[in-house]
């Protein structure tokens, strides 16, 4: 999923402020916080992606 245009700017500053292993795992989870309905705990992003 590719995020809104208005989004770029917020996604490369978060970027920088992690380290890499950690930024693909957070990139997964904001993705999936923007595909699921309902509660959006961790539990139920990953089980929505």
Same mark, same amino acid.
């Given at each position: 999923?590719?995020? %809104? %245009?208005?989004? +770029?700017?917020?996604?490369?500053? *978060?970027?920088? +402020?992690?380290?890499? %292993?950690?930024? %693909?795992?957070?990139?997964?989870?904001?993705? #999936? @916080? &923007?595909?699921?309905? #309902? &509660?959006?705990? @961790?539990?139920? *992003?990953?089980?929505?992606?």
């Amino acid at each position: 999923m590719i995020p %809104p %245009p208005e989004a +770029h700017d917020l996604v490369r500053v *978060l970027a920088r +402020h992690f380290t890499s %292993p950690t930024y %693909p795992r957070f990139s997964v989870l904001l993705v #999936g @916080a &923007r595909v699921t309905t #309902g &509660r959006r705990t @961790a539990a139920n *992003l990953l089980r929505t992606l």
